[in-house]
């Protein structure tokens, strides 16, 4: 049975109660595929990047990579999970065009980290647990690409093209146990999580988890049950959603859609599908394997891992801070509300403010030009503060110019805009674009007389005691001097010249 209609959020969650799954999928950074030496660079033409081993040809035998492994162990370090003594690869078998072997090289039953948990802080403050059931490692599939379709998905393909340059790219797989008690904030937990995990990783150095490029991506899986007591519903699997927005858009339809059709007497299918950015909905996929389909066994090929304690234990002694810790601490050295440095992450700020504090900017100004000029120009651009073409050194130097009286802010505003154009420097802009703040204390005066002289009324009134309407003639000054005086300095000549003090 198909259903057309939503069911309300709110009725939603009125009769039903939300029990959610998250899957996320992280691409390790590493320089090498997880099984051969063929090169993980972006980019390269397609098909040029692979080798005997990771096409899956006979005669080929596959070798773990080591960097693999560690990556795998920090991760789980930095979710509280156990380190498995030993464990070992298994084949996950199913038949899929851009999967050259036929199986995926993966873990099943033996993961290398267990049993953790992360807490995620949602934006009011509340602190939710969410409970790490394994992290494992396995190789990433290659790439289809669907051909003379309007969807660029299979269905209404004239032909497919593949492309195994990503096929065996080391991938950890991150499976959340049954997340249970988040009632209506289900989707707002669902993206916190993602969000606290994406900085976990990028923290830990092992990925840049760009979730844009397909570097992190996750699998919501949701269903309901009539009440907390009751025993879970069947779930359905929403893949590859590769946005924080998305998981809880996704998360949110697939609420209304399943109380929709409960509510009316249907049964959910389980089964994966397809999340649509252009409207939030899902559509139907294929049903669901279970994992005896996937006749997993061990891997003959590879040898059992055994990560020695004592490594483990070094590798959990050299874990950087984590990204919640961090930005407590953060918080209260920039004296900033939780608010705030909610909204500084959600614009993926921080790391740029603090290389900026670190140039030589003070909190202040160095949040000032990331969280407004900046953010702006990268909201308009479609992409993150740290990908605009201007360095954390460059804006700290910017502001210093501000500081030191050398621009104002109207001015800085036009530096960091050619900047970002590729002008040059800050200082080759001012130089190049006559930027700097009129200094001269003559050309400055002429200007201040030139205003009073042309605004004798106004001047009339501030000489009167009406000390606000200064404004005007420092406007009209900023205006004579293309907005490049020191608006204070303005405002103390006029004052001055009117015989008037505030």
Known sequence: MTFTELLSYEDALASFDPVMG???HVELGTKTKMFCGCSTELGAEPNSQTCPTCLGLPG?????????IESAIKIGLALNCEIAEWCRFARKNYFYPDMP????TSQYDEPIAFNGYLDVQLEDGEIFRVEIERAH?????????HVGGATGRIHGASHSLLDYNRAGIP????????????GVRAPEVAKAYVAELREVIKALGVSEARMDKGQMRCDVNLSLRPTPESEFGTRSETKNV?????????????????????????????????FHEEDGSTTAGRIKDNAEDYRYFPEPDLVPVAPARAWVEELRGALPEMPRVRRNRLREEWGVTEHDMQSILNAGAVDSIVATIE?????????????????????EQGVVVDELPITPAQVARVAALVADGSLNDKLARKVLEGVLAGEGTPDEVVEKRGLKVVSDEGALGAAVDEAIAGNAAIADKIRGGKIAAVGALVGAVM???????????VKELILERLGVSE
């Open 242 to 274: 590769n946005s924080l927005r998305s998981v809880e858009r996704a998360a949110r339809f697939e609420i209304q859609r399943h109380a929709a059709v409960l509510s009316s007497g249907g049964s959910i299918v389980q089964e994966t599908r397809h």
């Open 171 to 182: 991938l950890i797989e991150i499976v959340t146990k049954p997340i249970e008690g988040a």
């Open 359 to 379: 140039a030589g900017a003070d909190s202040a100004a160095a949040r000032k030009w990331w969280m407004g000029e900046l953010a702006r120009n990268a909201n």
């Open 60 to 68: 080929s035998l596959p070798v773990v990579n080591a960097i693999g």
């Open 22 to 24: 998250l899957e996320v």
């Open 101 to 104: 072997k036929n199986f995926q």
């Open 479 to 489: 205006k004579t001097t293309r907005g490049q005086a020191d608006a204070a300095r």
């Open 137 to 145: 490692m396995e190789e990433d599939t290659g790439k289809s690409l």
